[in-house]
């Protein structure tokens, strides 16, 4: 079982950055791709980036495709989301997870961590 604490987010005003952090307690962080997901009120979950087990292949929802990079270091049980040109429509609740799969997450949510674009 593996455990999430986001943190990172914040307001920052569009064409701003941040950049996020999940911290993962439990011994097999590194057997797993691992990916961050957004709630928008209103809205569904969405996918945002995932990385695989060793960060050798990443991939992206088209809305942040060259804006955000996913990134992590299995020595330290973390996994980030650098978030570049943020807009508006970036406002949402991001979470992380594991990945049973590409895009598709599995295990227990963790708080999550705003994230707030002033236009």
């Known amino acids: 079982q593996v455990t999430l604490v986001e943190s990172g987010g914040g307001l920052v005003q569009a064409g701003g950055s941040l950049r996020l952090s999940c911290a993962a307690s439990?011994?097999?962080?590194?057997?797993?791709?691992m990916g961050w997901f957004c709630q928008a009120p209103g809205k569904e979950l969405e996918f945002v980036a995932g990385?695989?087990?060793?960060?050798?292949?990443?991939y992206y929802a088209d809305s942040v495709k060259g804006r955000f990079t996913i990134s992590r270091n299995n020595g330290k049980n973390t996994v980030y989301l650098q978030m570049n040109s943020l807009k508006h429509e970036d406002t949402a609740l991001y979470y992380c997870?594991?990945?049973?799969?590409?895009?598709?997450?599995?295990?227990?949510w963790g708080q999550g961590t705003q994230v707030t674009v002033s236009s």
């Open positions: 997870n594991a990945l049973q799969r590409d895009y598709v997450p599995f295990g227990s």
């Open positions: 990385i695989s087990w060793n960060g050798g292949r990443t």
């Open positions: 439990g011994r097999t962080f590194s057997n797993y791709g």
